[in-house]
Structures are given as structure tokens and as C-alpha cells.
T-cell receptor, first 110, second 110 residues
Framework: QKEVEQNSGPLSVPEGAIASLNCTYS??????FFWYRQYSGKSPELIMFIYSNGDKEDGRFTAQLNKASQYVSLLIRDSQPSDSATYLC??????????FGSGTRLSIRP | DTGVSQNPRHKITKRGQNVTFRCDPISEHNRLYWYRQTLGQGPEFLTY????????KSRLLSDRFSAERPKGSFSTLEIQRTEQGDSAMYLCAVGDETQYFGPGTRLLVL
């Protein structure tokens, strides 16, 4: 079992709809959770981080964390073609142990 | 702009050669990380510095790999006797609670 699991996709969502990206993790001691966006050929870009159970909203993005279920998700509202990218979930249990999932490819169709 | 520069951006080398990559944070950060990313995978942790001290190394970091951060600012990653399996994107990240990636160095070993 991978430590951080994501569906590889591609996830295809019509423009203007809500994109929902999911991630599960195995280490119950995990404390910090991150979502990165990565365009093809570029480096990952941090878009959200969350530490506590519940929802955290930033513009069109909402991160949701459920530590009991070991589940973190990212919602993107009003999806735009520029949101088409690979989304990486990262989970940290300490300063040094930060594990990334393999990413979910998101495609926003006009 | 993430405040991290990496050089070179691209490197093509022949198997058996040594290569060195450099990471320059624009502002001061206590923590500096090196990752490796191959196609279709998330970044994999290689090593981590707290100021000039190298605190942890992944088992992925064989004895052909060495990293330094001599003054607690810039860092170098050297790969000796490169192998084709070393071909990847090498990413530097800085930050304490959250990590911000540089643009990466893409290595191709022929």
C-alpha cells in the first residue's frame, strides 16, 4: 500500500463545474496536508495547505480534511481551462518526512 | 516567482560523468529540501537541511549522491558516476511550515 494514494485520472470536468480531487494516506501521525498544482514540464506550485479537520477555503479552492478517515480532498469551483494540470497531494508527519502522491491529472473541457 | 532559483535548468550528460546542481533561495530559509521526480510520479524526498546541517537522507540517496549547504544559504547536489536511472527532474524546495519549489533541473543521462 502506498503511503499517499491518489487516482491518477485523467479526471475530465466541464468548464464552470466543480472538480473534486481526492487523496488518502496511511500514516495516522500525519499533521500537515498540502495540495500542489503542476503544469506539464514545470515544478509543483503550492495552492493549499490544511492542518485541522474540516474545510479551508481560498478563492475557488476548498481543501477538506478528515483525519479519522485519513482522507483529504480539494474542490475547485467554477473550473477554468487554466486549471488543467496534475494535482499532487502531500502529507507530512514531521519536518523531514513529507510524502507526495503520484498526482491526479485534471482536464477541464470547454 | 517562488524565490528559489536552480541551475542549470537542463543537463545532458553521458553515463559515468559527474554532475552538480545548485539551488539558490532568494531569501533566508532555515529548511532546504532536495527531491527527485520522474515522469508520472510525485516528488520523492532525497535529503533535508536545517541551516547548514544535513539532518536526514533518504535511502534513495546512494553513496554516489552528495549534498551540501555550506553557509546555510545555497545548496549543491552532486551525482557521481551517473547512471541512466538517474535521469529525472531534481527539485529544490525551501520553507518551514510549507514548501516552495524552485523550477528544477532536468537531467538526462545518455
Amino acid at each position: 500500500q502506498k503511503e499517499v494514494e491518489q487516482n491518477s485520472g485523467p479526471l475530465s470536468v466541464p468548464e464552470g463545474a466543480i472538480a473534486s480531487l481526492n487523496c488518502t494516506y496511511s500514516d495516522r501521525g500525519s499533521q500537515s496536508f498540502f495540495w500542489y498544482r503542476q503544469y506539464s514540464g514545470k515544478s509543483p506550485e503550492l495552492i493549499m495547505f490544511i492542518y485541522s479537520n474540516g474545510d479551508k477555503e481560498d478563492g475557488r479552492f476548498t481543501a477538506q480534511l478528515n483525519k479519522a478517515s485519513q482522507y483529504v480532498s480539494l474542490l475547485i469551483r467554477d473550473s477554468q481551462p487554466s486549471d488543467s494540470a496534475t494535482y499532487l497531494c502531500a502529507v507530512a508527519s514531521s519536518a523531514s518526512k513529507i510524502i507526495f502522491g503520484s498526482g491526479t491529472r485534471l482536464s477541464i473541457r470547454p | 516567482d517562488t524565490g528559489v532559483s536552480q541551475n542549470p535548468r537542463h543537463k545532458i550528460t553521458k553515463r559515468g560523468q559527474n554532475v552538480t546542481f545548485r539551488c539558490d533561495p532568494i531569501s533566508e530559509h532555515n529548511r532546504l529540501y532536495w527531491y527527485r521526480q520522474t515522469l508520472g510520479q510525485g516528488p520523492e524526498f532525497l535529503t533535508y537541511f536545517q541551516n547548514e546541517a544535513q539532518l536526514e537522507k533518504s535511502r534513495l540517496l546512494s553513496d554516489r549522491f552528495s549534498a551540501e549547504r555550506p553557509k546555510g544559504s545555497f545548496s549543491t547536489l552532486e551525482i557521481q558516476r551517473t547512471e541512466q536511472g538517474d535521469s529525472a527532474m531534481y527539485l529544490c524546495a525551501v520553507g518551514d511550515e510549507t514548501q516552495y519549489f524552485g523550477p528544477g533541473t532536468r537531467l538526462l543521462v545518455l
